[in-house]
């Protein structure tokens, strides 16, 4: 998959959650409609992950390797374009995708509402990867 491919997907995940949001009004409804608890959860792991799959072939392509998800993320830093405090707060999302992936029974939807919230800096996230990209001529 393309950066591109994973941007449009990233950008598709995004605006679903965004259209979910007003349907979560608190945890007891994660807790009671299982098809929009999936569908919550599913569009957050996606977004965590392609956030990470992106940070990590934009750094490692400028000659930055990681070691594991959360360094991917962080050397977002070391790129011209993406500011410290955006890069800490999506620095949080290796972690979150692995509360998703591993802890799912006993999962706080406090949380995953708190998430649901704070999707800006994914969103700013979005529009530096499109300019960089375009940039390039991708």
């Known amino acids: 998959m393309t950066e ?3 941007l449009a997907m990233l950008r ?5 959650l965004q259209a979910l949001r007003p349907r979560v009004s ?3 409804v994660l807790e009671e409609d299982l098809s929009l608890h999936n569908d ?3 569009s957050l792991l996606t977004v965590a992950q392609l956030v990470i799959d992106i940070a990590g072939s934009l750094t490692a392509s400028e000659g930055h390797p990681f070691e594991d998800y959360t360094e991917a993320v962080r050397n977002l830093k070391r ?5 410290g405090e955006m890069v800490d707060r999506l ?14 029974v006993e999962l706080d939807f406090d949380l995953v509402i708190q ?3 704070e ?3 994914v969103e700013d996230f979005v529009r530096r990867v499109a300019t960089r990209l375009e940039g390039r001529g991708a």
Request: hydrophobic residues 40%.
């Open 4 to 6: 591109v491919e994973r």
């Open 12 to 16: 598709r995940h995004l605006d679903h």
């Open 26 to 28: 608190g945890p007891d």
């Open 40 to 42: 919550v959860l599913f």
């Open 79 to 83: 790129l011209e374009g993406f500011p």
């Open 91 to 104: 620095a949080r999302l290796p972690g979150f995708r692995n509360i998703l992936v591993h802890d799912y």
């Open 115 to 117: 998430a649901l919230h």
């Open 119 to 121: 999707l800006e800096p």
